[in-house]
């Protein structure tokens, strides 16, 4: 009994030792920059907008900038396998491509600044550089989970994913309390908005990038693998110019198609007689057919010899083809709808939280005290307890357990819209809404790690993380228009049920999973 006690302490104390992994801490770094953008464009942004006087429907249709996270799979390859000049030859592929991705989140961020969304027209120049923000953001993402994955054994993934969110968690404090700090500081507030106030906080922020510049510049490369085939100048040039005219493609379909989608979600109103339904749909067969153009005008440049059939395969068709051949078809497609839902819940909340503390009468500088400073202390906690949690009794049943606890506490959000303006309910409200939160994200991440081939990591880390985002994000473009049509209450209860679901699937591919091995 005391021998296995003394065990069951040291390899406690093992796990608490291995945080101080050089790897490990510097996947703190890593992670602020990476949670740096993110908040930029959700809820500091949005709390911009309403100042300006933007409408609430129109300020969580700006949460689509972001979807870039849920394509960056489409460019992966390019991140994998496109040198850059000069760059990659001085720091190597993994660095060279976080620094550029760095340096246009910057350039994306100070492109907001000087932007100012009270007149009609700079509100469309705002989207574009969120849009930008969201696709350098979503590239920084893409090399920073592969130089994860690459630069330590599986031993260490679990407690780098920990420290990876509360870098993460860091840096979304300093883009949404410290944003909202700076801006308060330098006099705009609700009713007295202040375009020089947003726009010094906003330059601010693109300064703090410089953390993860230093990052970059100072880590080691990690050890390169060597690609199976090796492609010419030539042929990265071409497979670049088939990437920018499928997404050429992408965006005319959305541009052409402005005046059918009109007429299309106006028809589809009288016939469900729901607005909010009819403009789900439309939307959602204008993105599809969007996807469709692009991959046919990638299907023809593959046609007329443009690329190389065999980079396309190497590229984008053998990744996804791996993952299938080590799981088998109907493991593979357990697993991707568990990726592809398991943070719906939060998601979909999450876009419409900070509109809700403002709602119930709570300032900018609580929103920042409580919801951003202490809520980020309570989701670092919870991310080392998920990482030591996972390491200790399985990534799965952490997985669960992160799973129950955030369709749960969604339900203390509809006891804080009923109750209404209260401190000490809020702190409770924060405190388990966080934790559980970074405890399921340390054992998502992780997670998500184990399912990657080294071979193809990229690739498929990226299809993952961008699954993961697609739906939930696409549901939560309407999470405004949602609590408009049956308020905060029924939106939280909504938010909870839709979490359900995924238990089934942690538990099924739990079980598939020890089956397989």
Known sequence: ???????????????????KHPRVVTMLFLGFSAGLPILLIFSSLGLWLREAGVSKSSVTFFSWAALGYSFKFVWAPLVDKLPIPFLTNTLGRRRSWMLLSQISIMIAILWMASTDPTNPQSLTIMALAAVLLGFSSATQDIVIDAYRIESANVDLQTLMSSTYIAGYRIGMLVAGAGALYLASYFGTEKGNYNYQAWQYSYSIMAAVMLVGIATTLIIK???????TISYSGNDYLRILVLFVICVLGFIAVFYFSSSAVKASKTYLTDVFANKQIAGFIVELCRLATAISAAALLAYAQVKLGVVRKEMVMDTYINPVLDFFKRYGLKLAILILALIGFYRVSDIVMGIVANLFYQDLGYSKNQIASVVKTFGLFMTIAGGFLGGILSVRYGVMKILFLGALL??????????????????????LVISADNLSAGLASAAFVAFLSSLTNVKFTAMQYALFSSLMVFFPKMLGGYSGTMVESIGYSKFFVMTALIGL??????????KKLELKD
Not at 221 to 227: G, L, S, T, V, Y
Not at 408 to 424: D, E, H, K, R, S
């Open 1 to 19: 009994m005391t021998t296995s006690a003394t065990q069951n302490t040291q390899s406690w104390l093992d796990s608490l030792k291995a945080f």
């Open 221 to 227: 490369e990690p050890i390169a693998r060597a690609d």
């Open 406 to 427: 955030s369709a749960a506490t969604n339900l203390l959000f509809m006891l804080l819209a009923q109750i209404g303006y209260n401190v000490p309910m809020l702190y």
């Open 501 to 510: 679901p995924v238990l089934l699937l942690v538990y099924l591919a739990g």
